[in-house]
Structures are given as C-alpha cells and as structure tokens.
C-alpha cells in the first residue's frame, strides 16, 4: 500500500511537474513578443486614395498674372513663368548660386582671358521634344541668331549689344564671338528668355525667323528640351506641363515629382488664399499687404501655409525689386536743383514708412539692392533728418527757392503702383513740417509712362520702381549712363556723368571681382553725391510670383534670381500634415465632389477613362 | 414684307449705331493723354531699354505719327473688311481673340440667361396670381437682384458655397481637372458644355455644369429681378382685361386663364426685356468673369484695360456694340412675331 501511495505521489508530482513547465512555456511564449528581439517586419506601403495620388502627382500654382505667349524670347514676366520651364539654356544657375553658373546644356566651357570667346562643349544625345530633334552646335547658333535677327527678346540685359557671332567647331562644340568683353556673358546665357536652345527644323518648318517679329508658330507652341513640357494651354484658364519623357535629366530616382504643373489664373487675391487654405493650390503669389493679416491666420487657425517671404531665422529675403522716387533733374523742375533734391532724401522717413506702410515687409537699401554682386551694409545713404533737410532748402537757388514756394513741388503716382499714394501723402506730411508744399497729382499709369519717356520734363517727384535682370551691376549700367539721357528723353532723374559712363564701361570689363566691386561703389559714391534719386526700399524675397505656398511643398530652393531660375526642377509635395492636432476645418483634399460625380454616372464612364 | 422692310431697316440702323459706337470709343481713346507705344514696345515700368526698331514698328503699324482722325480712317477700313485690330501685347489679331474667349462667354450668358427665365417669368407669375407673402418676397428679392453689386456677390458666393460649405470643388475656372484628365474632352464647337453633351462626355459635362452655376447665378440675378417684375406687371394688367374677365363669367378655369390665354399676351414686353438682356449679360461678365477667373471676353476686356491694349479694348466695345444691336434687333423681331397687331402696323 506504502508503496502503491509512493508510486502515486511520484506519478503525481511528475505530472504536475509537467503540467507546471507547460504552463511556464505557454506564457514564456505568449509574451515573447515583449523580449525576446523581433525580425524586422517589411515596410508596409500605404496605399493612397485616388484623392491623396492626385493631389501629390498634380502641382498647382494659382497666379493673377496671364501668359500671352510661350514663345522663348517673350519678354513678361508671366510668360517666363512657363517657357523656362520648357527650354533650357546653355549654363544655368543652381541652388541659391547668383554667381557661378552651372552645366546645363553645355557639359563645360572655356573663356578666353579677355572674356571674347566663349567655347562651349555641349551635353550629348539630348533631343527636343516633341519633335525628337537632336541638339547640337548648330542649335546654338541659330538661337542667339535668331533673337537678335527677331530683336524682341531682352536684348536690355547688355546695351550695346555684344553678341557677334556663333561659330560651329563641330557637331558638339559652339564657340560664340563677342564683339567687346563681357565678363558676365555666362550669366546672360542662363538668362532663360536670352539664352534659351530651340530647335531650328522646328522654327524654319513653321514659318523662320522674320526680322523685328516673333515667329507666330512659336507664340502658342512648343518644342524644348526642358524637364517639363506642354500638355495643354487653356488661354485665360490654366496651362498645363508634363513632365517631358526625352528629358536628357531622366526621371530616375524622381518618382515623388509631380507628374503634371497646373498654372492657373485667379485675379482676385481673397479668392487665391481661400484656394490655398483649402489645399487646392501649392503655390501663390498673394500681395504683401495681406501678408502680416495671413500671418495671423496661419497661427489663429493653423493652416497650413507658409510665407515665402523670410529664412528660417526670420530675416526678410533678399530680392532684386527696388522701388524708388525718382528726381526729376531737368529745367524747369525745381528738383534740378541738388539741394533740393537732397532736402527730398532727408526728408523721407524711410523706417516709419517700411514699419507702417509696408507692415515690416521691405528692406531698405541703396542704388544696388541686397541681391547685388556689390551690397553692401554700409553703403552711402540719406537719414531722415527735417533739420538738414530744412537746411538743404536754405542752400537751394534762390529762384528755385521761391519757385518751391510759390508752386510747391509736385508729385506723381498712378494708382496701384508701390510708393504711390501712401508715400505721397507721407512725405506731404513730413515736408509740410518745414514749410514746403507737395502738390500731389495722381495720373493714369500710362500717362505715368508717358512722363517718364518725355524729353520735355513733366514731373519732379514720382514712383519708379526696377527689377535687375541678374545680380551683376552691369545689367544697370543702361539705365545710368548718359547716352540714355535727354535730348532722348528717359525718365529724367540723374543718369551719370562722363566719369560714371566710363567707371561703367570699366566694371563691365573688369575681371577681377574684388576691383570690379571697387568701381561700381565709385560709381554708387557719384550717385549719391548727386541725390539722383530717393532709394526706399526693397521688395523682400520671391516677392513677384511665389510667395505663399502650402507646408506640403519641398524642395523649393529660394534665390535672388528665382524669377529668371526654373521653380520647378526641385519641387515635389508631400502627404500634409498639421502641426498639433487635426487639420483645419477649411483644409480637404479635393476630389471628394469629383469622387461623388463618377459615383452618379456609374459604369457607363469605366469604358471611356484613359 | 412689311417685316423684312422692317428688319432691313433695323439692320441698317444697327450698322450705323455700330460704326458710330467705333468713332466715339476711338475718339475717347485718342484723349487719354498718353502715348502707349512705350508699353506695347515692351516697357512694364519706366526704366526699361526700348529697341527703336520695335517702336518704329509700332508706330507704323497703327499710324501713331498721324492725328486721331486719320488713324481712325486706317482703322475704320479694316473694320468695313472685318478686322476688328491686332492686338500689340498679345501679338494677334484681336478677333482671334474673341474667338477664343467667346464660347466660355456664351455659354455663360445662355445659362444665365436660361436661369434668369425660367426662375423669372413663374416668379413673375406667381407674384401676380397669388397676392400675399410670395409677391412681397418676390419683388423684394428683384430689388436686391438689381440693387446689390455683383462682386460683392460673387464673392460672398465663393466664401459661402465653396469656403464653408465645400458643395463646390472650386470657386471658379471651367472644370475640374481631375475630371479633365481622366475623360478627355473631344472639341467639336468649341463650346465645351454642348462638346461634351455631343460627345456623351458626362463627367466631364457635370463637372462644367458644377462650375458654371455659381457665375451663371450672378449674372442672371439682374435680368431675373427684371424679367420678374415685367412679367408680374404685365400680367397683372393682361388679367384685368376685359376678355380674361370674360373667360372667366365663361367658367373656364382658372389654369387655363393664366397660362392658356393672360400668359401668352404677358409674355410680350417680357420678351423684348429678354432680348435687352443679352447686353447686360455681356457687362455683367466683365465683372462676374473675373471674380470667377471665367476665361470669357469680360475678362479679355479687363486684362486689356490693365495692359492698355486699346486695339484690343476698342476692338472689344465695337464687338460688344454688335451684340447688343443684334440683341435688340431679335427682340424686335420675336415682339413682331408674338404680336400680330405690331405685324399688321
């Protein structure tokens, strides 16, 4: 019995035995998922709704300005926005570079020491598109041919002209002959509008070149070898790029690009914001006086926007757009006389202006804006000081004097133009302090063109703005010499003397940076001496055409020369997402109403998609 | 023949109100004190190098050296062939324009106008018919029609329907392009809403259809605010006439009255409104087009004023003139044909 209890007991003990590492290995088990390492799982993919694939393969870029032609040459700011997109040109600049070029179409080049002859080896096996043609030597010569036979395009860039000739070295070689030194030719050619390849079959099957006229065929159609390409032009509606197959790039690696460029015309700029904050749009340009109450949106009702107008520390971006007053310096004017002219600058209270007026968003600078080659901090410069400017109007001519006080001085502005009506009244304000009159007048803007290409002088004070093409100064030099000056008839404002005409002349050949940046302040000294005009301020950042745009958009790179570089050749969009919490309520990605349609007409549709 | 007299005379008339049209707005023109040769040779702000080839071109081709009245000759000659002027900034003849602007414009106004009758004229009947409440609601609401400015309008439309509400995908433009891009549209007529109808292209259809609505809206708010109260006024005279009084001591009923016998007559003054319509609806897209970025001739209209394309401009109003002579010459003529009495004189 002892020993049929002692076999029990052992029979017992083993099963509980059992039955315990059962149960240990059971929960070891179950929680191992906790301890021990895992494999790695592979990455799951998201699949994207229709809604979340097109808008991340569409990019939309809404604008109040309208494209009129696409051919390469066109002048407009508009234009450009598309055809630079299209073309390409020889150099190019890349990132935020304004000085050195880049390889764009030309795989690398040699200059001669005396910047005359520019020799180019070409990028092989790119082909226009749609066409399919070949680019090579020949394409080159007949485009800078060809805009100065048609002398439509921005031959401004550079006056005199100093294109001479393109000669073909051979079939992947072009060496281009200038008529004087140019140092700064490689950044005309990435001009797009000047240096921008066409196609010569192309141009000669639809019609040539005709001197003094853009070849009609290429106003409305297309054949570059750009990253992007034309699909579809709706003119006053939209136009449309695609992303070019031929594009000599390739399309590898880029598969979070967009696929297609919406550009859309929307004038009213309310209509554009609601477009944004709606996630219809990714890019905009929006004025900069509703910047400061956007600003306040973004962060009242966290959309998700950002102003392209500063860096990330803050700091208003720098810009090529200046806008001025201009001095009118011709008899009978009583801005001939330089003192007056000088009361006028110490007269403008240039910080309250831009704090006030502009609500921050403005920078103030002097002849070359911040952009240029040649800014610098501490350029000469007028301060707003009544008791000099009172004391400027003491030393002015006694005839002028008591023209001034007999007559006032008279300002000019056309509605809607920066520096008009607001700065007029301001600096009324500010004169009438020291007992000079400003007469205001306000004219047409046409009527404002008119004034300022007049040989007889019809203004003394009025809003100018300018926008250099390229950071280099040169690109000023034809409008401050004195060959542009009266009996032509040019505006009117100081344009130099015999000594700035040949400092100019000598920049624009000078090779050395550092000594060309010594001339061209020598010049800004000559300028300043002369109170040629009153310099107030400039315009910050992308400023003209992007300034706004939707947090999901990357990849755009800023640059001083945004307007003349290609936008689109960085770009991509990414899934939104919304800093603390839920996206607004006005955020929602479109297509929910197109879904509903394609839901109401059923199968009947599956036959006809594309 | 008393109306084909009657038609050839108006036709005639029509020419000379349109000629008269292009002298006067050339004449204006001519005033604006400035030479816009600069800004058509390129120049967008003063500052800018000008290729004196270009401006020689110009200035040849619209005869800018000579006076006004000379100019007007030159211009006044291509008009008589059918040229309405080139336009310097867009580098085309100006009727290429139009030709392409044009059908957007006109599908706009039809559906407007289509909104404007067939809400205006049952309003305006029922406003007559039916005393009370629905009349005071009625004749209030075509006062605000014709009182309130359109782009406010327009704009409180956008905020409202697409903004808050989300009805609409897109607070302007033609189409959706998603929808675009997925059903191509086929072009036949060049208006894209009967293309897509001819070609069955019904996503594409409905998507217009979305689009043109809330424009379509705006501007068919005046005409229907007019078309109510002409066909609530005339009916209510045609409905205290004798012979209406008489059907009804007859015992006929009530429906057959209204709409058999007192609509018919009503609806004669409210034709002739219809037809002077068509002019508004072309004024009404100059604004109604641009808060809605409708790519039709109104906004071809402003882009010109903007970029002080007078050929463009002066070619625009003479069209415009054209359009509501001939507006008014078919209002004329369906007045004739509903009337046998206006026949007979």
Not at chain 2, 35 to 43: E, T
Not at chain 2, 190 to 210: A, E, I, R
Request: glycine share 6%.
């Amino acid at each position: 019995m002892r020993m049929q209890r002692g076999v029990t007991l052992e029979k017992n003990v083993k099963m509980a035995l059992s039955a315990a590492v059962v149960v240990v290995l059971v929960v070891i088990g179950a929680t191992s998922s906790y301890w021990l390492p895992q494999p790695a799982k592979p990455p799951v993919t998201p699949q994207l709704t229709p809604e979340q694939r097109y808008f991340l393969d569409n990019l939309v870029k809404i604008s109040e300005e309208r494209p009129v032609r696409l051919h390469p040459h066109s002048r407009g700011h508009a234009n450009r926005i598309i055809t630079k997109e299209i073309y390409d040109t020889l150099v190019t600049f890349e990132g935020s570079e304004t000085l050195q070029v880049s390889p764009c179409l030309a795989s690398s080049w040699e200059v001669s020491p005396d910047y005359k002859v520019f020799t180019f080896k070409l990028r092989k096996g790119v082909r226009f598109y749609p066409s399919g043609d070949p680019f090579n030597a020949s394409c080159v010569k007949f485009s800078l041919d060809m805009i100065h036979k048609e002398d439509k395009g921005p031959l401004y860039l550079c006056v005199p002209y100093p294109y001479d000739r393109t000669e073909i070295v051979d079939e992947y070689t072009a060496r281009i002959v200038l008529k004087f030194s140019v140092p700064y030719y490689l950044q005309m050619l990435a001009y797009p509008t000047y240096g921008a390849m066409v196609n010569p079959k192309f141009v000669q099957a639809h019609g040539g070149v005709v001197a003094g006229k853009y070849n009609e065929y290429l106003l409305t159609h297309v054949d570059g070898t750009g990253m992007w390409t034309l699909e579809d032009w709706k003119e006053g509606d939209r136009v449309v790029l695609k992303r070019n197959p031929n594009w000599w790039g390739g399309w590898d690696g880029k598969d979070n690009y967009p696929k297609r460029i919406l550009i859309r015309e929307v004038p009213e700029a309310s209509t554009r914001l609601m477009l944004l904050a709606r996630g219809d749009a990714d890019i905009a340009n929006i004025p900069l006086d509703f910047l400061p109450e956007l600003n306040k949106r973004i962060n009242s009702e966290n959309l998700p926007i950002t102003i392209v107008e500063k860096d990330e520390k803050g700091n208003l971006l720098p810009s090529l757009d200046q806008v001025s007053l201009i001095l009118q310096h011709r008899y009978p004017a009583a801005t001939r006389d330089v003192h007056i002219r000088k009361m006028i600058c110490h007269a403008w209270p240039y910080e309250k202006y831009i704090k006030d007026v502009l609500r921050g968003y403005g920078v103030r600078s002097g002849m070359f804006p911040p952009g240029t080659l040649v800014s610098r901090q501490d350029y000469p410069r007028y301060d707003y000081d009544l008791t000099k400017a009172k004391n400027e109007f003491q030393l002015a001519a006694p005839e002028v004097k008591e023209q001034v006080i007999k007559n006032g001085i008279r300002f000019t502005y056309s509605e809607g133009r920066a520096a008009g009506k607001q700065a007029a009244l301001m600096l009324q304000a500010e004169l009438a302090k020291i007992d000079v009159k400003l007469v205001i007048e306000e004219v047409p803007y046409a009527t404002e063109v008119d004034y300022s290409t007049s040989v007889t002088p019809r203004f003394e004070i009025m809003s100018g703005s300018s926008s250099a093409d390229m950071n280099e100064p040169a690109n000023f030099a034809q409008y401050w010499t004195t060959e542009t000056w009266p009996p032509r008839g040019w505006r009117g404002d100081f344009r130099g003397s015999p000594e700035s005409d040949i400092l100019w002349q000598k920049a624009g050949m000078e090779t050395n940076i550092e000594e060309r940046k010594k001339i061209y302040w020598q010049i800004e000294k000559i300028f300043y001496d002369n109170a040629s005009s009153v310099f107030l301020y400039t315009i910050p950042g992308a400023g003209i055409d992007h300034n706004v745009q939707g947090t999901w958009v990357k990849g755009f790179k800023f640059t001083v020369l945004s307007s003349v570089t290609k936008t689109f050749s960085t770009v991509y969009k990414e899934l939104p997402s919304f800093k603390g919490g839920p996206p607004p309520k006005s955020f929602k990605l479109t297509l929910s109403v197109a879904t509903r349609i394609e839901d109401l007409t059923g199968d009947l549709l599956s036959s006809r998609r594309h | 023949m008393k109306l084909k007299y009657f038609i050839i005379r108006r036709i005639l008339a029509g020419f000379v109100v349109v000629i008269g049209t292009s002298f006067l707005v050339f004449a204006l023109a001519s005033l604006i004190p400035s030479n816009p040769v600069y800004l058509w040779a390129g120049m967008g702000s003063p500052g800018r190098s000008l290729s004196p080839v270009e401006i020689e071109r110009i200035v040849k081709m619209y005869h800018l050296d000579e006076p006004w009245y000379i100019q007007y000759y030159y211009y006044l000659g291509r008009l008589l062939r059918g040229d309405l002027g080139y336009s310097p900034i867009r580098d085309r003849p100006v009727m290429v324009d139009l030709a392409t602007y044009l059908p957007n414009t006109i599908e706009l106004g039809v559906f407007g106008l289509a909104l404007a009758v067939m809400i205006g004229v049952p309003l305006g009947v029922l406003s007559a018919t039916k005393r009370g409440l629905l009349d005071h609601l009625s004749r209030l609401s075509a006062l605000l029609g014709i009182s309130l400015p359109l782009f406010w309008i327009g704009l409180i439309f956008q905020i409202v329907f697409y903004y808050r509400l989300r009805w609409i995908p897109d607070p302007g433009g033609r189409v959706t392009e998603a929808i675009l891009f997925s059903y191509p549209l086929r072009q036949i007529t060049s208006l894209p809403m009967l293309d897509s109808l001819l070609t069955g292209n019904w996503p594409v259809f409905l998507s217009l259809l979305q689009h043109i609505f809330l424009p379509g809206l705006c501007i068919a708010l005046y005409p229907l605010a007019v078309i109510t109260r002409m066909t609530r006024s005339s009916m209510m005279e045609v409905l205290s006439q004798d012979y209406v009084r008489t059907a009804r001591a007859y015992g006929l009923s009530e429906r057959i009255v209204i709409y058999k016998l007192a609509l018919k007559n009503a609806l004669i003054p409210t034709t002739t409104v219809i037809g002077l319509s068509v002019g508004w609806l072309l004024t009404g897209s100059v604004v109604v087009e641009t808060i809605f970025y409708w790519p039709g001739i109104g906004r071809y209209a402003v882009d010109s004023i903007y970029r002080y394309d007078f050929p463009a401009l002066i070619g625009f109003i003479v069209f415009a003139a054209m359009i509501k002579v001939a507006g008014n010459l078919a209002a004329d003529i369906l007045y004739g044909v509903f009337d046998p009495r206006i026949r007979r004189d």
